[in-house]
């Protein structure tokens, strides 16, 4: 017997999700890089049409002395030069795929931009690491995007 050949994409086009390599070759504060910083992954909000929740969650890869902090970070400047953190956790991931995540809801994001009087445009993690030869696989999850359509999630990048 074949598989389904009906094509559906109900929680594809209502989540958004991107899987990331984050190395930082460093162990200042990075924004979710593949390259030490040069390239960013920030994820505009506008874009999407606005958000319920979003989660980021980082899987060691390539360890050393392991991530020691994950922050949620907002900013208005598409390069996150004015990246403020929005919530934080403090972990001890120090082993091949240890796991840890974070989320924060719209409504933390709204309260936190009206307390602290910033633009909040852009939603992204931030990791501190021990050493500056770790590695974490990091997965970036929205829910409810204001503007659902197929392909929200792209079922491959290649």
């Known amino acids: 017997m074949a598989g389904s050949s009906i094509s559906v994409s109900k929680i594809a086009s209502r989540l958004k999700m991107q899987t990331y390599k984050h190395n930082p070759d460093g162990t200042s504060a990075l924004i979710t890089s593949p390259d030490?910083?040069?390239?960013?992954?920030?994820?505009e909000l506008t874009a999407i049409g606005g958000f319920e929740a979003f989660l980021a969650m980082g899987n060691m890869h390539s360890v050393a002395g392991g991530c020691t902090k994950i922050e949620i970070v907002g900013c208005s400047a598409s390069d996150g030069s004015d990246a403020t953190v929005i919530k934080e956790l403090t972990v001890a991931a120090d082993a091949e795929d240890d796991f840890?995540?974070?989320?924060?809801?719209?409504?933390?994001?709204?309260?936190?931009?009206?307390?602290?009087?910033?633009?909040?445009?852009?939603?992204?993690?931030?990791f501190t690491c021990s050493d500056a030869t770790d590695e974490i696989a990091v997965t970036y999850v929205m829910m409810g995007a204001g503007f659902q359509y197929d392909g929200l999630t792209a079922n491959a990048i290649a």
Do not use: C, H, P, Q
């Open 36 to 43: 030490a910083g040069s390239t960013l992954r920030l994820w």
């Open 100 to 126: 840890f995540m974070l989320e924060v809801t719209a409504a933390e994001v709204r309260k936190y931009a009206d307390d602290a009087s910033v633009v909040v445009d852009y939603i992204g993690a931030r």
